[in-house]
T-cell receptor, first 114, second 111 residues
Framework: DGGITQSPKYLFRKEGQNVTLSCEQN?????MYWYRQDPGQGLRLIYY???????QKGDIAEGYSVSREKKESFPLTVTSAQKNPTAFYLC?????????????FGSGTRLTVV | KQEVTQIPAALSVPEGENLVLNCSFT??????LQWFRQDPGKGLTSLLL?????REQTSGRLNASLDKSSGRSTLYIAASQPGDSATYLC??????????FGKGTRLHILP
């Protein structure tokens, strides 16, 4: 079955560490997105990529980095510069708007700073 | 700047009732609108998607409507069941290709 796989499901980070969240899709979607979800704040866009080797900052990109070397993969690195990284992270993908079938989300990664 | 508002923030209804969830957006120049369901600690599951040229979409007991001119969408759930308990989110895609989410409505169906 086609879909988006996020790993790990739970991740613990020590102060000062960088961690990378994985997002892989086999839907042949061109666009991929990373969102952060905090209680009471809804989803906020971190980064998005509409094509391989290209990506743009979202609303809260500071302290995060991404790469898009393959169409199927869009990993997110949470750097030590992100002061409050504890949150639920969601990855999504979609087709271009001219043949749009909506957004598909992964099951999320819960990151906790210890 | 596009803002998406969902009212109410939380709702409890007895099992079997029909209910309506509301979503409003400030900029009517959208490409599409999508309704999602989120269970606690889980990702988002797409329920219905409506292109800007469409007025409504139906899937089983769910019906979503879109009125672009007034900046409103509703999600109608018929004959609610305890399994419908979840958070429901709506999201619009702007002309600049950005997706804006509402904060969701937490729905609790009472057995």
């Amino acid at each position: 079955d086609g879909g988006i796989t996020q790993s790990p499901k739970y991740l613990f980070r020590k102060e000062g560490q960088n961690v990378t969240l994985s997002c892989e899709q086999n839907l042949n979607h061109d666009a991929m997105y990373w969102y952060r979800q905090d209680p009471g704040q809804g989803l906020r866009l971190i980064y998005y990529s509409q094509i391989v080797n290209d990506f743009q900052k979202g609303d809260i990109a500071e302290g995060y980095s991404v790469s898009r070397e393959k169409k199927e993969s869009f990993p997110l690195t949470v750097t030590s510069a992100q002061k409050n990284p504890t949150a639920f992270y969601l990855c999504a993908s979609s087709t271009p708007l001219d043949r749009w079938y909506g957004y598909t989300f992964g099951s999320g990664t819960r990151l906790t700073v210890v | 700047k596009q803002e998406v508002t969902q009212i109410p923030a939380a709702l409890s209804v007895p099992e079997g009732e029909n209910l309506v969830l509301n979503c409003s957006f400030t900029d009517s120049a959208i490409y599409n609108l999508q309704w999602f369901r989120q269970d606690p600690g889980k990702g988002l599951t797409s329920l219905l998607l409506i292109q800007s040229s469409q007025r409504e979409q139906t899937s089983g007991r769910l019906n979503a409507s879109l009125d672009k001119s007034s900046g409103r969408s509703t999600l109608y759930i018929a004959a609610s069941q305890p399994g419908d308990s979840a958070t429901y989110l709506c999201a619009v895609t702007n002309r600049d290709d950005k997706i804006i989410f509402g904060k969701g409505t937490r729905l609790h169906i009472l057995p």
